[in-house]
């Protein structure tokens, strides 16, 4: 079956500092993946949606500069949270898309989950 | 405004009983999935659905895309049911979905 790996599970850091997550697919080719933060409110936000080829897209609010994303092969995904501060603690989930499976299903990673001192 | 309307957003179920969570939609969506999210925070897939309905054991979900809601059975409670559940409905673009608040469900022994 589709699984989705992501590390490291919780990160603390200190504010100003960067933190960075990845993104494993197991069992199925990755051409998409979106990328989430869940807010402490338990909202979901997506910052941006990268598919292998194109350009990433970002969302309102989140920019390249600040979330930088890297989505080289069809399996793995790596986002990295830089110069993080207390506005940017959450959890961070990747979504990657299965192309040969239900169309638009998404399978998330266990999630990363962001503290900033 | 919110796409997705969940409800309710919290309940709380005795072992062995039953009960519904739904979703309401305010625009046209072509699909939802429903997850549990665990208390570490891993978002478990339920099911996907573009129409009808699906069951997989105690659980069974419907969609009607023409009017505009889905709906999460939980049958025969258990007491590793507790979670918080979401709804997600399909946006315009793979990979964009619009997350219902959630619903903490807590089952009670």
């Known amino acids: 079956g589709a699984l989705v790996y992501q590390y490291p599970r919780r990160t603390i850091c200190k504010s100003g500092t960067s933190m960075r997550m990845e993104c494993q697919a197991v069992g199925f080719q990755a051409t998409s993946v979106a990328w989430y933060r869940q807010s402490p409110q338990k909202t979901f936000e997506l910052i941006a949606l990268s598919t292998v080829n194109s350009a990433i897209k970002y969302e309102q609010n989140f920019t390249q500069e600040k979330f930088p994303i890297s989505h080289p092969n069809l399996s793995f995904s790596s986002m990295t949270v830089l110069n993080a501060y207390l506005e940017d603690r959450g959890l961070y989930l990747c979504g990657a898309r299965d192309p040969g499976g239900d169309t638009g299903q998404l399978y998330f990673g266990e999630g990363s989950k962001l503290t900033v001192l | ?109």
């Open chain 2, 1 to 109: 405004g919110d796409q997705v309307e969940q409800s309710p957003s919290a309940l709380s179920l005795h072992e062995g009983t039953s009960s519904a969570l739904r979703c309401n939609f305010t625009t046209t969506t072509r699909s939802v999935q429903w997850f549990r999210q665990n208390s570490r925070g891993s978002l478990i897939n339920l099911f996907y659905l573009a129409s009808g309905t699906k069951e997989n054991g105690r659980l069974k979900s419907a969609f009607d895309s023409k009017e505009l809601y889905s709906t999460l059975h939980i049958r025969d409670a258990q007491l590793e049911d507790s979670g918080t559940y979401f709804c997600a409905a399909r946006g315009s673009a793979l990979g964009r979905l619009h997350f219902g608040a959630g619903t903490q469900l807590i089952v009670i022994p």
